[in-house]
């Protein structure tokens, strides 16, 4: 089942969080168009009100957006959990405890000099010191839109609309070296990422996260969702 699809069949309580209600963000006065640029107008148009305002606000250098929410579930297979592990090399962008739930913080700011947007998450781990994955998505390469996790490493994304979320799919593996970019063999992908958005209603939103590779099948799934400012 597709991550499009586990999300319509998530318990209810995913699309009636308690604090339902809550008033979407407004809009800046300058209109972001990049995520709008990358889909194309027919696809931008098939997204939910609330999620083209979030993909289309403006950040100024010191403005800062925070999502707060809820991991719901975390699974990670035995490959899964080696890869997570192995990543720490690199930042430890992956969730890093099978079966972890609870809190999570979603931090979104702007940075001309990396030429993007820099994400900060933050999420919880009974009984250990909360987690926090940084990135940073720029603008650019052969899909428009990167994503770089640490230590050079990163990846093109492909972002699409689908069934009313918008998706972004890894679209292949680099490493960077100053102006170099090197591409890294197929052989050593850690599997296929794809990450949806999906709107709840209500100012609620939900986040999933899936690695699958083409021998060992799916490695890590994240499911969480969160709110509007």
Known sequence: MSVVGKLKNEPSRLA??????LPHPAPSSVEDIRFRTLVGEAAWAQLPDAVRCRFSRHLAPNETIIYRGEVLRTRLSRAGRVLAFLARAIGAPLPLSDGATGPALVVVTEDERLG?????????????FPQAIHSAKRFRGPTGLEEYV???????????VEDGALIFRSAGYFLALGAWRLPIPRLLHPGGMTIAHRDLGDGAFAFTLEVKHRLAGQLVEQIAYFRDP
């Open 150 to 160: 640490g230590r050079g490493i990163g990846m093109a994304l492909r972002v699409t």
């Open 16 to 21: 009636t969080p308690s604090d339902a209600g």
């Open 116 to 128: 993007g947007q820099c994400w900060l998450r933050i999420y919880s781990r009974p009984g250990r």
